[in-house]
């Protein structure tokens, strides 16, 4: 299967192209995009126009992405100037969903399940109120996916009724439907709140009130660092990043560390946009923001040469105490 070239929106107005692509993430290693699942070959028709489907339903996703978000969309673009010999990996895309019945995590986990996907770990964020699972992807050349969800039914009741007043009487499996339609056209599928049903959630979770202005757009996408050859790791990143005048996260450190050293994380801040709400107020609210990560090489692995190393050879997976912080990535406080 051919590489996708990842297109913001606004290049379809003849502007300039972005230049990460759909690569796949043993890139690093030098093998060609294959169809595969599992790790096999890909032989019939039908798995391969379900593995076409998935890169093109990807591409949809990442479009009003890339047009919607300037600082994340900045920083690939110097990555691609720096390096034009390198292909950006997808790591992985995360997305943020409302814990209510036919909302959540089980609202948008089928369409990437049909697709091929895998449902792996759940991870849970007690303070937060959230959970999480990943989903491992069908072949090389598509990125993990992570969703989450607030869980509605722990925050407070005033913000449990700003979020149920937000949603309306709108059956929940039609907003689950036409959520991800909704995102690739930059909106939700339910009306804007008012600035007091915003300010209630934000309240008590910010995440909950991000869910509320921007429904399952594309939260954050993340590229792999030990896919770029011309980066000394994580630290390096970060330095040139900061270097170049990129705000961080630094809840917790600009690199994000898991306990077995093998995992290791860093974000920019969040966008802001100017938010229309529902009582005819406006205010800048949080959007999305562009993530790094590194996977180093499993212990029992270590003695591969470095042109035998596959991504099945790194540390797999997600850490709760990474991705704690990294949600932080989008509070109002750290918003750029």
């Known amino acids: 299967m051919s590489t996708f070239l990842l297109r913001p ?54 479009e009003p992405y890339w047009a919607l978000n300037p600082t994340s969309l ?26 209510v019945p036919g909302l959540g995590i089980d609202s948008l986990a089928p369409t990437f399940l049909e697709l091929g996907w895998r449902a792996r770990d759940e991870l849970r964020f007690p303070a937060k109120k959230l959970r999480a699972r990943w989903f491992a992807p069908p072949c090389p050349s598509l990125p993990r996916i992570f969703i989450s969800e607030l869980l509605v039914g722990e925050v407070d009741a005033a913000a449990r009724e700003a979020i149920a007043a937000t949603l309306g009487a709108t059956p929940r499996t039609l907003l689950a439907r036409h959520s991800l339609l909704a995102a690739a056209g930059g909106g939700t599928p339910w009306p804007a709140p008012s600035r007091a049903q915003y300010a209630a959630v934000a309240a008590k979770s910010e995440y909950g009130a991000w ?108 850490e709760v105490g990474n991705a704690d912080k990294i949600f932080e990535s989008t509070y109002s406080s750290k918003a750029a």
């Open 9 to 62: 929106m606004r290049s379809l107005l003849s502007t300039p192209r972005l230049g990460p692509r759909l690569a796949p993430r043993s890139a690093r290693a030098g093998s060609s995009i294959g169809l595969a699942t599992n790790g096999h070959r890909v032989g019939d028709r039908e798995s391969a126009d379900t593995l076409e489907l998935a890169h093109t339903f990807v591409q949809g996703l990442l």
């Open 74 to 99: 900045a920083a690939a673009e110097m990555l691609t100037e720096q390096y034009p010999n390198d292909d950006l990996v997808y790591d992985h895309l995360a997305f943020r969903t409302l814990g």
């Open 211 to 318: 869910v509320l202005a921007n429904g399952a757009a594309l939260n954050h996408t993340t590229l792999s660092v030990h896919a770029m050859r011309d980066v000394a790791g994580l630290d390096d990143l970060i330095g040139r990043l900061q270097g170049a005048g990129f705000a961080l996260n630094a809840e917790g450190g600009a690199a994000k560390v898991s306990p077995d050293g093998l995992l290791r994380q860093a974000s920019t801040r969040a966008d802001a946009r100017l938010f229309s709400f529902s009582c005819g107020a406006s205010a800048l609210v949080p959007t999305s923001y562009i993530e790094f990560a590194e996977r180093l090489v499993l212990p029992e692995f270590q003695g591969l040469a470095e042109d035998q190393v596959q991504e099945h050879h790194r540390r797999e997976g997600f």
